[in-house]
């Protein structure tokens, strides 16, 4: 249906990671996105509290032509959806 859905994870606990992905064949016109992380690498929910880690919206990512450019921070998981034309 002209989404490319992606899962990108960052285990390094200190530094944020550049990337840059090649949408061969295709012509990305939107991404939006989700993050999680915390403030603690081992931080996770439980029934003290359920909403330690919660996802939230993630603006890092710019698409520039057939690439996508995106900044993961540290100890995260960010998820995209790509919109193609």
Not at 6 to 24: G, H, I, K, M, Y
Not at 46 to 66: H, I, Q, W
Not at 76 to 82: A, E, G, K, P, Q
């Amino acid at each position: 249906d002209g989404v490319i859905l992606l899962s990108l994870t960052n285990v390094d606990p200190n530094a944020s990671v550049p990337l840059r992905c090649e949408l061969a064949g295709q012509r990305p016109v939107d991404v939006t996105g989700e993050l999680l992380t915390a403030e603690a690498m081992d931080a996770h929910n439980d029934f003290d509290a359920p909403e330690a880690l919660a996802p939230t919206s993630f603006d890092g990512a710019t698409l520039d032509e057939r690439y996508l450019d995106v900044t993961l921070p540290a100890k995260s998981v960010v998820t995209l959806r790509v919109r193609c034309a």
